[in-house]
């Protein structure tokens, strides 16, 4: 089993949608999870960062992180055609011992 | 700019010829790393400086050497390469190692002829 489970998409939705995107992961020692937005031709930018179990929001962006689960999901509210972008999920453990482990991305595209 | 700042942008090299990536971040972190983008891959994690000390080497081949002069440089050195190591190369610093949000450049894309 992969570490970091995240489906590729293609995700094709309408202008205005709530998208919901989502990995899994099997370490249960992972406790910084992040989201990174990398659009065509670009490095990957952070987009969302938490730390252990809960939410946070940010504008139209809401990071959930259920550890019980494995569980980490991104919502976008009033999608955008600008939110078209790959978005990739990461988490680590901390400390000298961890480094960003990441998704394989999904594909997302908006269409107007 | 995002603060890191990746040199070529695009690169064609022969299986003979010996090249180098360049890396330049201009944030005051201590953590820079080397990341491999393939398609339909996740990032694979290649090099790791943190204070300019190489902390992990994730397995890779010898014909890629990085070399980290100070905390705000990086390099990666390439020669005798092979075509499937074809791909956009990655550079990323990090105030901490792993615990704190990654800033990427815009990489490098490397095609091997």
């Known amino acids: 089993q992969k570490e970091v489970e995240q489906d590729p998409g293609p995700l094709s939705v309408p202008e205005g949608a709530i998208v919901s995107l989502n990995c899994t992961y099997s370490n249960s020692a992972f406790q910084y999870f992040m989201w990174y937005r990398q659009y065509s031709r670009k490095g990957p930018e952070l987009l969302m960062y938490t730390y252990s179990s809960g939410n946070k929001e940010d504008g139209r962006f809401t990071a959930q992180v259920d550890k019980s689960s494995k569980y980490i999901s991104l919502f976008i509210r009033d999608s955008q055609p600008s939110d078209s972008a790959t978005y990739l999920c990461a988490m680590s453990e901390g400390g000298s011992q961890g480094n960003l482990i990441f998704g394989k991305g999904t594909k997302l595209s908006v269409k107007p | 700019e995002t603060g890191v700042t990746q040199t070529p942008r695009h690169l064609v090299m022969g299986m003979t010829n010996k090249k180098s990536l360049k890396c330049e971040q201009h944030l005051g972190h201590n953590a820079m790393y080397w990341y491999k983008q393939s398609a339909k891959k996740p990032l694979e994690l290649m090099f790791v400086?943190?204070?300019?000390?190489?902390?992990e080497n994730n397995s890779v081949p010898s014909r890629f050497s990085p070399e980290c002069p100070n905390s705000s440089h990086l390099f990666l050195h390439l020669h005798t390469l092979q075509p499937e190591d074809s791909a956009l190369y990655l550079c990323?610093?990090?105030?901490?190692?792993?615990?704190?949000?990654?800033?990427f450049g815009s990489g490098t894309r490397l095609t091997v002829v």
């Open positions: 400086y943190n204070f300019k000390e190489q902390t």
């Open positions: 990323a610093s990090s105030q901490v190692q792993g615990a704190s949000g990654y800033t």
